[in-house]
């Protein structure tokens, strides 16, 4: 499933201003800077983002720059999460403490305590965790401007605009039917303005007095 | 003005966009001429979503099928509800696509492309440029079928025959 196979689902975007003169040195950077990073290296983290190859998911060396594929910049935006179940976590919480008030002879814990044995259990059974990945594609055409990305959930798209934005130095602009209304009347140099007085539809008939 | 407040505020004109689609596709066949030579069909295939709000309340009916979709989702037009959301094939020449198109954010939902005929294996950057050209080119028409929905809106003709048609074709759905 994504731009490359199979179906796809995808928001649109308008990157405006241009390209930076420096952007084939630029653009790798904020990439390599933003590449995705396996959550095995990062100890204790539940979830980790960032660019991988559009064909590889597992490559985010990205040696090749194989993302410039003129004049596309193609690439994939990874999101591993892990997830403890609640209720594992509260079995295996009153496990650890029952072993340490038989080990201590203690009668009760106090909440610090027990806060500390708490997040030595997440930590423990976010390591024998197993992340759940997604991958969303990204094609920005740098001639055109335009840019899909696979994703359509706010709260995700959101995310995606705010590290597009600092690993390009660029801001996304959301394609939306009012946005690319005004575009098209500002391309055909008419006075956007006039979008706003398109009134909706209404087939509501009125009621026979 | 923030962008979600924008896009709830100007809602209809995505709504009444697929509305006007789907009019001109059961109405006219659904061919339009993007000039140069090129012409596409559109037309509604399989499901539609309408959508009625009022105070604390939000009422949805997805029509599925033939004969569902014209007298429920048609009736359902004059009960105040909003297409927000229509499964629709996309022809141009000998290349068939079908996605479903929302009408707040005008996403795209499982576009399927015609067939590439580029094998991978062989030649990836050749299945790259293929697929690219596959996933914008309804892109493009849909931009430009919107053109043409607003250059209808504008026209003098939409209050005295575009309008007009589209109520008399919404009667005749309740009644057939």
Redesign the interface.
Known sequence: MG???G??????YRVTGGLPDDYAEAFPKGILRYAFRNLDGLPGEERSTGWVNI?DMFDSTFLAMEYF?DP?L?LSWRVDVKKIPARALRQYCLEAESEVMRREELEYLPKSRRDDIKESVRLKLLNRAIPQSNVYDV?W?LQTG?L?FGG?S?KLCDEFVEIFRNTFDRLPI????????RH??EMAKQDPA???D????????EAPA | MSVMDEVREHESLGRDFLIWLWFNSETLGGGYDLGNGDEVELWFEGKITLRSEGDGFTETVICTGENARIREARFALKEEKKVTRAKVHLRAGDDDWSFELDSTWMNFHALKTPRVLKDQEDDPDALFYERMSLLEKPVTIMDRLFSFYLEARMSPAWETEDLPAMVNWIREGISS
């Open positions: 731009f490359i196979r179906s796809a689902t995808f928001s649109r064909l594929k596309y193609a094609i055409n335009d899909l359509t706010n959301p394609v939306y039917p009012y946005a690319q209304a098209l009347f006039v979008v706003s398109i009134k909706p539809l209404v087939f509501v008939e």
